[in-house]
């Protein structure tokens, strides 16, 4: 896959993901204008969680049965035409709708990936599920920092024309720009699919990297979530646009962990996350400075973010590698874990600041992080199948460690094909 072509991808990620998290910076103005009492107005973001939780469920096995590459062509533009409607509300179910439907067509981020890993030679696709999946981190981050710079400009309302007018653009140089999936007949059918991911819960590889990832983005939700609380208190006391500013840091901490796909390609994915894990709960040390020292907080965002997509590859690489057959379907039941896991760490986060202030913030952040080396610790000890053949490629030792208790897998579908 070429570097154009990743980039294009890793594109899509972002804009989709910030259709959901685009509301964070703009709640008060949003609300105001459109009638929402200011304790309803977390439902504005909630709004597109729920949908995102049912999106996940329901549509992103389909990536499983019809051409990925159309497929995510239609859903970037039914996302268009829910920011429109979104942009242009007048009410405030108006907006509701729109932001519930965008939140459905926001799992095209899981169908992106699944695309990028089933077109990938094996020997590369670490490495092209790191580029693609860093725009989701791009998206998530970048989307506080442009968004308010946006809505201080033309309001809250051109976030949304402006993310519409993006969706549209990628829908067409996906259609253009992309070649077809080789796929030979799917295994199951749709109903049998989403029928089956229940039974992703009883196999170790899945459940193991589930609760990973579930800690992981508690973690990451504690930080995110409840940053705001501490710097707008004294003794900083910063604006809402200066507060944006520190995605900034979180980015170029997602972005240095670019390699983590490459380790993976290299079967270093699971020692990989365990040293980003521990890394994870050092973070928290720095981060537990915020009243006394920003540069100390921004260290700690890094690392932090660092940890987040080192960990957040190597469950992709993981799982792909050992469901290739169904490669949507097993990520977007991940990703369960991670829209729980995050609505967790913003919850907890603001009741334990309010009575614990910052220290027990990030002593929960700490904590989450704790759990998931624990998960990880865990699965290391327990007995694998096998051993390694010299022959193996690079990443075999990794795939049968982590799949033990999986079974065996089915067909494949996919054929990979090197763009």
Same mark, same amino acid.
């Given at each position: 896959?070429?570097?154009?072509?990743?980039?294009?991808?890793?594109?899509?990620?972002?804009?989709?993901?910030?259709?959901?998290?685009?509301?964070?910076?703009?709640?008060?103005?949003?609300?105001?204008?459109?009638?929402?009492?200011?304790?309803?107005?977390?439902?504005?973001?909630?709004?597109?969680?729920?949908?995102?939780?049912?999106?996940?469920?329901?549509?992103?096995?389909?990536?499983?049965?019809?051409?990925?590459?159309?497929?995510?062509?239609? #859903? %970037?533009?039914?996302?268009?035409?829910?920011?429109? %409607?979104?942009?242009?509300?007048?009410?405030?179910?108006?907006?509701?709708?729109?932001?519930?439907?965008?939140?459905?067509?926001?799992?095209?981020?899981?169908?992106?990936?699944?695309?990028?890993? =089933?077109?990938?030679?094996?020997?590369?696709?670490?490495?092209?599920?790191?580029?693609?999946?860093?725009?989701?981190?791009?998206?998530?981050?970048?989307?506080?920092?442009?968004?308010?710079?946006?809505?201080?400009?033309?309001?809250?309302?051109?976030?949304?024309?402006?993310?519409?007018?993006?969706? %549209?653009?990628?829908?067409?140089?996906?259609?253009?720009?992309? @070649?077809?999936?080789?796929?030979? #007949? @799917?295994?199951?059918?749709?109903?049998?699919?989403?029928?089956?991911?229940?039974?992703?819960?009883?196999?170790?590889?899945?459940?193991?990297?589930?609760?990973?990832?579930?800690?992981?983005?508690?973690?990451?939700?504690?930080?995110?979530? !409840?940053?705001?609380? @501490?710097?707008?208190?004294?003794?900083?006391?910063?604006?809402?646009?200066?507060?944006?500013?520190?995605?900034?840091?979180?980015?170029?901490?997602?972005?240095?962990?670019?390699?983590?796909?490459?380790?993976?390609?290299?079967?270093?994915?699971?020692?990989?996350?365990?040293?980003?894990?521990?890394?994870?709960?050092?973070?928290?040390?720095?981060?537990?400075? %915020? @009243?006394?020292?920003?540069?100390?907080?921004?260290?700690?965002?890094?690392?932090?973010?660092?940890?987040?997509?080192?960990? #957040?590859?190597?469950?992709?690489?993981?799982?792909?590698?050992? #469901?290739?057959?169904?490669? =949507?379907?097993?990520?977007?039941?991940?990703?369960?874990?991670?829209?729980?896991?995050?609505?967790?760490?913003?919850?907890?986060? $603001?009741?334990?600041? $309010?009575?614990?202030?910052?220290?027990? =913030?990030?002593?929960?952040?700490? !904590?989450? !992080?704790?759990?998931?080396?624990?998960?990880?610790?865990?699965?290391?000890?327990?007995?694998?199948?096998?051993?390694?053949?010299?022959?193996?490629?690079?990443?075999?030792?990794?795939?049968?460690?982590?799949?033990?208790?999986?079974?065996?897998?089915?067909?494949?579908?996919?054929?990979?094909?090197?763009?």
């Amino acid at each position: 896959m070429d570097v154009w072509r990743r980039l294009l991808l890793a594109v899509v990620c972002g804009v989709a993901v910030a259709s959901i998290y685009a509301a964070q910076p703009v709640l008060e103005p949003m609300g105001r204008d459109l009638g929402v009492p200011p304790e309803l107005t977390g439902w504005i973001v909630a709004t597109g969680q729920f949908g995102y939780l049912a999106g996940l469920l329901l549509l992103v096995p389909l990536g499983d049965v019809v051409d990925r590459r159309r497929l995510i062509a239609v #859903h %970037l533009a039914i996302t268009a035409a829910a920011m429109i %409607l979104t942009a242009s509300a007048s009410a405030a179910w108006l907006a509701f709708a729109g932001l519930a439907t965008a939140g459905v067509f926001a799992v095209v981020v899981q169908t992106t990936v699944a695309y990028a890993a =089933s077109v990938s030679p094996p020997a590369e696709r670490g490495r092209n599920i790191g580029v693609v999946t860093s725009g989701v981190v791009v998206g998530i981050l970048g989307a506080r920092v442009v968004t308010g710079a946006l809505a201080e400009v033309w309001g809250w309302r051109s976030v949304y024309a402006v993310l519409a007018v993006l969706s %549209l653009c990628l829908a067409a140089l996906v259609l253009v720009a992309l @070649p077809s999936e080789e796929r030979l #007949h @799917p295994a199951a059918g749709y109903r049998q699919i989403v029928g089956s991911l229940g039974g992703l819960f009883t196999q170790r590889v899945f459940l193991t990297r589930g609760l990973i990832a579930f800690f992981l983005f508690a973690s990451f939700g504690t930080l995110w979530s !409840g940053l705001s609380l @501490p710097l707008a208190d004294t003794p900083w006391q910063l604006s809402e646009s200066q507060i944006g500013l520190f995605g900034i840091a979180g980015l170029a901490g997602a972005l240095g962990a670019a390699r983590a796909g490459r380790w993976a390609d290299a079967g270093r994915a699971t020692p990989v996350s365990g040293l980003a894990l521990t890394l994870l709960i050092l973070s928290w040390a720095a981060i537990a400075q %915020l @009243p006394w020292s920003l540069w100390l907080l921004i260290v700690g965002i890094v690392l932090l973010d660092f940890a987040v997509q080192a960990v #957040h590859v190597s469950n992709q690489h993981v799982l792909a590698a050992a #469901h290739p057959e169904r490669v =949507s379907s097993v990520i977007g039941g991940c990703m369960v874990f991670y829209s729980l896991g995050s609505a967790l760490g913003a919850a907890a986060t $603001t009741a334990v600041f $309010t009575t614990y202030g910052w220290t027990g =913030s990030s002593l929960l952040g700490a !904590g989450f !992080g704790a759990c998931a080396l624990a998960v990880w610790a865990t699965n290391r000890r327990l007995p694998r199948e096998g051993a390694n053949h010299p022959s193996e490629k690079p990443g075999t030792r990794q795939v049968q460690e982590e799949t033990q208790g999986a079974g065996q897998a089915g067909p494949v579908m996919n054929s990979p094909k090197a763009l």
